[in-house]
């Protein structure tokens, strides 16, 4: 039997009602990276239903949605001081990767943060998610050379200008 073509999706702003199925689009996201995380900042990156809460009152969240109506994709995005705008908990299910779902979240956010007058995107990533900084440096985010920390982890600030 083959896997159905994942081509199909729309994207939409979250609810609270999507609390459940986006801590699970981003534990399935963020499962294969779980043991280079401390425990800290893997609950901090998947969530938890209070988290999420908070999140959905600071930032404006996208999911993603499969015909089937199950969240597929999520990204989180705010508009901060100078005209800059900041993403946050991007994640894609592992078998939709290669859609380009990614690719609408990312460009949605970009234009959200555009309309509101930003003329810089920042994010933020941790050094084992190298698809990812890969997919950001596709996409023409590139290192500031600040780095944080997250949970004892370091944090590397990506940031493009759009």
Known sequence: MTKPAKTSFAIRNAIHEDCTAILECLQSAFAPYRES???EGFLDTILTPETFRQRLLEMSVLVATGADGEVVG???????QGREGHLRGMAVRPEWHGSGLGNRLLEKAEDELRKAGCKTIT?????PLNR???FYEKNGYRPTGKVGG??????FEYSKFI
């Open 150 to 155: 997250f949970f004892g982890m370091s944090l």
């Open 132 to 134: 990812a900084i890969r």
């Open 74 to 80: 999520t990204v989180a995005y705010k508009v901060l």
């Open 123 to 127: 994010l933020d990533t941790t050094e």
């Open 37 to 39: 995380y401390t425990p």
